[in-house]
């Protein structure tokens, strides 16, 4: 007898339509990166037009070194503008994460990789308690990774 519709779970449809091939997965890979980039074009804040003269198409990007507090683009087709500006986007994205990290949120991933691969289970503890003892109540630990420098590593 077959399952009542209502205890299918989505995982058991997604299952189905993968494995009998009425779901594909490049597409609809395709389309998740389509939205992303409508997204991020989408809140671009400059507008994106084409040079009547040459052709070119044209936009700024932000930059806080220029007086404008923003720097000219410019490509020759408007695809090739696009991905330049999704590619800067997304290089800020990296570089504001990558600045929150500190060692207090590095901590508990690096600790999970250590346990994974150590067959020694006191080396855990001891690493846990030696984190506890010189680092746990200290600022250093909340300090961005990126900057950190020799002197702070000293102390």
Known sequence: ????????????????????????????????????????????????????????WRTYIPDSTKPGKRKPLVKTSKENLENYIIDYYLSQDKAVKLKQITLETLYTEWLKYKRDHTTAETYIIRINTDWKKYYANTEIIQKPIVELNKLDLDN
């Open 1 to 56: 007898m077959a399952k009542p519709i209502s205890s299918i779970s989505e995982k058991d449809i997604l299952n189905y339509l993968i494995e009998n091939s009425i779901l594909d997965l490049d597409g609809v890979q395709a389309e998740m990166t389509n939205k992303k980039r409508e997204e991020i074009l989408s809140q671009h804040p400059y507008k994106i037009y084409q040079e009547k003269s040459s052709g070119r």
